[in-house]
């Protein structure tokens, strides 16, 4: 997929935003999931797969319980990085950097975007704690869905985080294992390129 070696582009939301383009023309399923690490406050970490998605001008967004133990992880210790793996394409991208919460209007907005079934789901979930049976969850879904046959409000504990990235790095395949990769770093309000060894 890299024939020049060499990325031309001096801005890495652009170049990540091709890439993602490209990358929905090419992967069957789920173009923008994304390896999402986080770590305790002691620095003991965790990593779970996530739809990064694009809310305003954030690029790299996600939707979470906050009562999770990624939601606790994010409040302990706000910063986190997202692996972007395209197989099809031979690309991978990391962005790292802090995290913050996203704009209740923004999140309200994303949350009845979903379908009514998808909402009831985030509204029922005790994520991450213990669950007796898959009966039990299913009987708490058609309970809760049959008790509000309007729409949905958003659980206060149902929220939305974006990364602001500081470093990101595009990795493309190479032969014999001469991968390509490049290295932005937030410098100010610009960014500083990098060539780094494979």
């Known amino acids: 997929m890299n024939d020049s070696h060499e990325i031309a582009s001096e801005d890495p939301l652009e170049l990540f935003d091709t890439w993602l383009r490209q990358a929905q023309e ?5 173009p923008n999931a994304a390896a999402l690490a986080t770590s305790t ?3 003991v970490p965790s990593v779970r797969m996530v739809l990064a998605k694009r809310v305003g001008e954030h690029r790299f967004c996600f939707f979470t319980n906050v009562e999770s133990r990624k939601g606790e992880e994010l409040t302990q210790n706000p910063r ?15 962005a790292e950097g802090e995290v913050s919460e996203l704009d209740t ?3 309200d907005w994303y949350f009845h975007s979903r379908s009514r079934a998808s909402q009831i789901s985030a509204a029922v979930s005790d994520q991450s704690r213990m669950l007796r049976s898959r009966a039990d969850l299913e009987e708490q879904v058609n309970i809760f869905g049959q008790n509000h046959p309007g729409e949905i409000r958003r659980p206060s504990f149902w929220r939305g985080f974006y990364l602001c990235p500081e470093r990101i790095e595009f990795w493309l395949d190479g032969t ?6 490049f290295r932005f770093t937030k410098q100010g309000d610009g960014w500083q390129k990098a060539r780094l060894y494979p």
């Open 26 to 30: 090419s992967e069957p399923n789920d």
């Open 41 to 43: 406050r002691d620095g």
């Open 80 to 94: 986190a990085a997202l692996c972007f793996h395209w197989k099809a394409l031979r690309r991978q991208v990391r």
């Open 105 to 107: 209007r923004e999140v």
């Open 176 to 181: 014999n294992r001469l991968h390509d990769r």
